[in-house]
């Protein structure tokens, strides 16, 4: 099945196939500050998931393990991508938001869920991990 979605003035747009029919919650202080709130990304391997209008994608490297993008023109968060070596290298966490139909999904995890302020909370049964957690999982295998 295809997914497709853009940024709010439709400068950039794309089209994913075989998304998982989830999203989860990010609370860390990037992820915040790039979205405005928290973050609901959906994880894309890079192979499935095609951009057009590439020269509004403005791109930010906001770790030494990641980079964040957003439209040059209207400012939509676009996606969170993994840039360091290893299992998650290349997978891309768009923007819930962006997807033209996003019926269907539902939130299984939070993470940084020690970082989550007090002022919300997500109903239900989900995954959640901390930030200790978190950067074991995605942080680059120390160099040799």
């Known amino acids: 099945m295809t997914h497709t979605g853009k940024c709010l003035c439709g400068a950039v747009r794309f089209e ?3 998304l998982p029919m989830e999203t989860g919650a990010c609370h860390c202080e990037m992820c915040r ?8 990304g959906v994880q894309v391997p890079a192979d499935n998931i095609t951009y057009s209008g590439t020269e509004n994608i403005g791109t930010y490297k906001s770790s030494e393990w990641a980079e964040r993008s957003f439209c040059k023109t209207c400012g939509s968060t676009l996606y ?10 290349g997978t891309y966490h768009i923007a819930f938001g962006s997807l033209d139909d996003p019926s269907g999904m539902k939130m299984t995890g939070e993470i940084f869920i020690d970082l989550k302020p007090a002022a919300y909370a997500f109903k239900g049964d ?6 200790a957690e978190v950067m074991a999982m995605f942080a680059p295998p120390p160099e040799e």
């Open 16 to 18: 994913a196939t075989d």
């Open 33 to 40: 500050r790039h979205s405005g709130g928290v973050y609901f």
């Open 80 to 89: 969170y991508c993994v840039t360091a070596a290893g299992p998650h290298s």
């Open 126 to 131: 989900h995954n959640t991990m901390t930030e």
